[in-house]
């Protein structure tokens, strides 16, 4: 199958959810390039090859779709999965700490969408898949700003969808709930927590670590997204969750908004 398939870049391919992807794209004969911000560019992993780019820096983000590009004359699909996580009661998150985590999750995606677009207009097609969140649906206590940046990268999504509609450009949204990566363990925190918010977020915090026994191999997720890439017209959106989770997107749109808050409280309490 090598050389029929697609020539595919995707961020934060060295690990978790990237991984998973690129290693099951690797194996369906299709060209994967991973990125990561430690890497040496043409180290191999899982047949996939790793490219050193970090999403925050414009250069790097131009001069590692270039070094693609050089070494295959084009791309066809970018997945824009590298991203960060947060975790803290908003009043004790600076601005400082939120626009790093709004440059990773939102920038980061809007810098490889510039530096592909190009190429993609030239070639006639292409196709870019989002991975956002379940989170993106609604504001989840003490991650509000993860949920803010999830549902900012869905927007951004859409409206870049109709921009590049044109050119035979594609954009495509993929919503995964919990999977088992370790995201968690890089979570952005507060240096401190204020006293009054400190119960909150324990109690919180105690109920997000008991949900992990439930995540799910991230190979599901890779394979959601070798069903898009396969697709002849994909749809705009996929939710790739389970359970409460799945249950919680469908109750946001049906309940009224107190009630839905309401629910969500006592999920936390």
């Known amino acids: ?9 995707i961020t934060g391919g060295s690990s978790g959810l990237g991984q998973a992807m690129c290693k099951r794209l690797a194996e369906h ?8 911000r430690k890497v040496e560019d043409g180290t191999q992993q899982n047949g996939c090859t790793l490219l050193r780019m970090d999403i925050t820096d ?9 070094e693609l590009l050089k070494r295959e004359g084009r791309i066809d699909v970018l997945v824009n999965n590298a991203g960060l996580g947060i975790q803290g009661p908003l009043e004790d998150i600076t601005p400082e700490l939120a626009g790093r985590l709004l440059d990773t999750n939102v920038l980061g995606a809007h810098r ?3 530096a592909v677009l190009p190429a993609m207009r030239e070639q006639g097609r292409g196709l870019i898949i989002n ?3 379940v989170a993106g649906h609604f504001g989840l206590p003490y991650r509000g700003f993860y949920s803010a940046s999830k549902a900012a990268l869905e927007r951004y999504g859409e409206a870049l969808a109709t921009e590049v509609k044109r050119f035979g450009i594609t954009v495509v949204s993929v919503q995964p709930g919990e999977f088992n990566t ?3 363990d890089a979570r952005l925190r507060p240096d401190a927590i204020s006293p009054a918010n400190q119960p909150g977020y324990e109690r919180a915090m105690q109920v997000l670590g008991g949900s992990m026994h439930y995540s799910r191999d991230p190979d599901e997720l890779a394979q959601v997204v070798e069903k898009v890439i396969g697709a002849r017209n994909p749809k705009s ?4 969750a389970q359970g409460v989770q799945r249950i ?8 009224p908004g107190r009630m839905f808050q309401r629910m969500v409280g006592k999920h936390y309490e």
């Open 58 to 66: 414009d250069a790097s983000v131009t001069r590692g779709v270039a």
């Open 1 to 9: 199958m090598a050389g029929t398939g697609k020539v595919i870049l």
């Open 248 to 255: 919680s997107v469908l109750l946001k749109k049906i309940l």
């Open 237 to 240: 959106a996929y939710l790739v």
């Open 29 to 36: 004969g299709h060209r994967v390039y991973g990125t990561g």
């Open 112 to 114: 490889l969408c510039r």
């Open 182 to 184: 370790p995201i968690a």
């Open 131 to 133: 991975i956002t969140s």
